[in-house]
């Protein structure tokens, strides 16, 4: 039996991984970035594209069928066979103008997997934290639980039973049975959690090693240093020089491509010709300069996006940052002040119920230290959680 026991606790750390470990094994096989990845490589082709010419254009011409002899080609000198060739050649600096928007749209999906990257993590973080809380709330109520239920058996075998004492059983019971509900709340949390990291790992976890533990924050300066490095903001860069490319490629649209035609004329009892043409579409109706406005405004309103965005995550950093100091601050007051308090109070009423002392106020003392017990939790979750925000605020994984 004991062997058995043995192989099972080593079975169990076995499985036990800790948060960056579920993270790197996720970044490497989740399905939503693999699409990602197939549109990075997508890219390569795309650049190659922009440096191709327009297909020429392979014509042939039966010129001069007359109905009277519609098979007979020897009629006059017009009737004649012809294949024509026609090849459009990019204007000077297009191709390159080209290649330079396709790499700028690359960097901008480069970024974008980069920013998924950068989300995956935080939501595994987040939901590891809520898993770690949520069963340390059940734990801490388990505990609870079998120190009221100690409590009110000494209670009702110590103290005789008549109308306040019974009515103070029955409110310890009532008490009892509240934070047996919200442990079951927590339970049902609890699963739906853990199916959410499956799919965010791609994977059954059973057991996560970190510890809920709080440590003094870092400074604000130093999450303020590295929010360039955020992934999204650096999307938002790589947009504003993409719609740039863009609208240097529409201005070179208003000189059009020239093309050149070549033709072989074939008349069976005339000698044969060729022809060349050489021409190029007009620019009459100003087409061209409305798209050169269009762009124009497109890449405004994208430069006007990323200072926005700028604003927006330096707003983000600080007031996730002045949430992690105060989460900090309150479990040092809970842990260091409050909690201290109450456990002296509850020794003292636990004692005092031995000597007939009413079960309400050891009940209400014991719920309060719990309600505290729960907070120290949520608080210490919660600061992790804001951590991980941060981290992923400047880009780290």
């Known amino acids: 039996m004991r062997i058995f026991l043995s192989l099972l606790l080593t079975l169990g750390l076995l499985q036990a991984q800790s948060i960056d470990q579920l993270v790197g094994q996720s970044l490497k096989k989740h399905p939503s970035l693999k699409t990602i990845q197939h549109r990075l490589s997508a890219m390569d082709e795309r650049i190659a594209k922009s440096q191709k010419w327009a297909n020429p254009d392979l014509s042939l011409t039966i010129n001069d069928i ?220 100003g087409t061209e300069k409305l798209n050169s406005e269009i762009a124009r405004k497109e890449a405004l309103s994208s430069m006007s996006d990323s200072l926005d965005y700028k604003v927006f995550l330096e707003s983000e950093i600080r007031a996730n940052y002045a949430k992690l100091k105060e989460a900090y601050h309150i479990y040092n007051i809970i842990q260091n002040k409050s909690l201290p308090q109450l456990g002296h109070m509850l020794e003292l009423s636990s004692s005092a119920i031995e000597e007939g002392a009413d079960l309400f106020t050891y009940t209400n003392i014991l719920e309060q230290k719990l309600a505290l017990e729960e907070e120290s939790i949520a608080v210490k979750a919660e600061f992790l959680r804001t951590k991980a925000k941060l981290k992923a605020l400047t880009g780290e994984i």
């Open 66 to 285: 007359q109905f009277r002899k519609p098979f007979d080609r020897s009629l006059e000198r017009m009737q004649y066979h012809a294949i024509n060739f026609k090849q459009k050649f990019p204007w000077f600096g297009k191709l390159a103008a080209r290649k330079t928007y396709a790499l700028e749209q690359k960097y901008v999906v480069l970024d974008s997997y980069q920013a998924a990257r950068v989300q995956l993590a935080l939501q595994i973080r987040i939901t590891a934290y809520t898993i770690k809380e949520l069963e340390a709330r059940i734990t801490i109520l388990r505990k609870y639980i079998q120190l009221a239920k100690q409590n009110i058996k000494l209670y009702t075998d110590t103290i005789s039973t008549n109308g306040m004492s019974h009515a103070d059983s029955i409110s310890a019971e009532l008490s009892l049975s509240k934070i047996e509900i919200r442990q079951e709340h927590y339970r049902s949390l609890l699963r739906s959690q853990k199916e959410k990291l499956s799919y965010l790992v791609q994977q059954r976890v059973t057991t996560i090693k970190d510890k809920l533990r709080m440590q003094k924050p870092g400074s604000l300066q130093r999450y303020l240093a590295k929010r360039s490095n955020n992934p999204t903001y650096r999307m938002k860069l790589s947009q504003n020089r993409a719609a740039g490319a863009n609208k240097t490629l529409v201005d070179m649209e208003i000189h059009p491509d020239p093309y050149v035609k070549v033709g072989y004329f074939n008349r069976p009892d005339f000698p044969d010709y060729a022809s060349v043409t050489v021409g190029l579409s007009l620019p009459l109706y």
